[in-house]
């Protein structure tokens, strides 16, 4: 801390000097300086507890004020993301599945501390991140929403254990691919989705007539070609840091103590 305030008080200092041009005996300058620098002290605490002109939030104090875990999402965000996907023909689709499914698009979308992710009948948000973030991971999980609505998730009681683990892999990465295909719909160049910066570089590189013709369904078959091999070889968990087909793999041992 004292390493980060010292250039900064410097700084002041010597706005303090030639800007206010002030002069006055060493101990009036010591004093002027020392209420510039807490000043902007201040200064950045509040600008620590607005929204970043990224959106997001760093001062943990007002995530849990504004953004409480288990909170519903601010509408304007809620609208501002929807309204948005419902731009990509592909996240269209499945948001068209989810109304007919549900009756509505009001499903739950609250704060969430760790990640974005699907969970049941709602969507979890990560509070520390911002619009664009949201976008992307809303592209992929709205997939997960619209398979446990239709009653297609794995079932784990009811599955074999490879069974499951093809049911899981399959629904996971169709919502990546799926997302892939949403957000080039939108014409992002780049998105924090796991994977995807690489896959339109490859795409650009040597499917440049997919692009252009706009063939989706293709690009989504290749998409998910990708995002399967990233899967098998290198994506791991977030939260467990291993790979995903051992981690169902295990979700279903556990379901299973007796191995059958
Ligand atoms: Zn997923």
Same mark, same amino acid.
């Given at each position: 801390?004292?390493?980060?305030?010292? =250039?900064?008080?410097?700084?002041?200092?010597?706005? /303090?000097?030639?800007?206010?041009?002030?002069?006055?005996?060493?101990?009036?300058?010591?004093?002027?300086?020392?209420?510039?620098?807490?000043?902007?002290?201040? /200064?950045?605490?509040?600008?620590?507890?607005?929204?970043?002109?990224?959106?997001?939030?760093?001062?943990?104090?007002?995530?849990?004020?504004?953004? =409480?875990?288990?909170?519903?999402?601010?509408?304007?965000?809620?609208?501002?993301?929807?309204?948005?996907?419902?731009?990509? %023909?592909?996240?269209?689709?499945?948001?068209? +599945?989810?109304?007919?499914?549900?009756?509505?698009?009001?499903?739950? #979308?609250?704060?969430?501390?760790?990640?974005?992710? @699907?969970?049941?009948?709602?969507?979890?948000? *990560?509070?520390?991140?911002?619009? =664009? /973030?949201?976008?992307?991971?809303?592209?992929?999980?709205?997939? @997960?929403?619209?398979? @446990?609505?239709? $009653?297609?998730?794995?079932?784990?009681?009811?599955? $074999?254990?490879?069974?499951?683990?093809?049911?899981?892999?399959? %629904?996971?990465?169709?919502?990546?691919?799926?997302?892939?295909? +949403?957000?080039?719909?939108?014409?992002?160049?780049?998105?924090?989705?796991? &994977?995807?910066?690489?896959?339109?570089?490859?795409?650009?590189?040597?499917?440049? *007539? #997919?692009?252009?013709?706009?063939?989706?369904?293709?690009?989504?078959?290749?998409?998910? *070609?990708?995002?399967?091999?990233?899967?098998?070889?290198?994506?791991?968990?977030?939260?467990? $840091?291993?790979?995903?087909?051992?981690?169902?793999?295990?979700?279903?041992? +556990?379901?299973? =103590?007796? &191995?059958?």
């Amino acid at each position: 801390m004292r390493r980060h305030e010292a =250039p900064a008080r410097e700084a002041a200092a010597e706005r /303090t000097r030639s800007g206010a041009r002030v002069a006055g005996t060493p101990v009036q300058r010591q004093i002027l300086d020392l209420q510039v620098a807490s000043g902007n002290r201040v /200064t950045t605490l509040m600008l620590q507890r607005e929204p970043g002109p990224d959106g997001t939030i760093t001062d943990q104090d007002e995530l849990v004020k504004s953004r =409480p875990v288990g909170g519903a999402v601010d509408k304007e965000y809620r609208d501002q993301i929807i309204k948005t996907l419902l731009t990509a %023909e592909r996240s269209t689709t499945i948001l068209e +599945a989810i109304r007919k499914l549900r009756g509505d698009l009001d499903f739950p #979308l609250i704060w969430s501390a760790r990640g974005n992710f @699907h969970s049941g009948s709602g969507i979890s948000l *990560d509070r520390s991140k911002n619009v =664009p /973030t949201w976008l992307a991971s809303m592209a992929h999980e709205l997939e @997960h929403l619209r398979a @446990h609505l239709a $009653g297609a998730s794995a079932n784990v009681t009811t599955m $074999g254990r490879e069974e499951y683990v093809a049911a899981q892999m399959t %629904e996971e990465i169709g919502a990546h691919a799926a997302a892939y295909v +949403a957000q080039l719909q939108l014409g992002k160049a780049t998105s924090s989705s796991a &994977g995807y910066n690489e896959f339109v570089g490859l795409l650009k590189k040597d499917h440049s *007539d #997919l692009l252009d013709g706009k063939a989706w369904a293709t690009i989504e078959g290749l998409a998910k *070609d990708f995002v399967e091999k990233k899967y098998k070889t290198t994506w791991t968990g977030s939260a467990t $840091g291993k790979n995903y087909y051992d981690k169902w793999r295990e979700v279903w041992d +556990a379901a299973h =103590p007796t &191995g059958k």
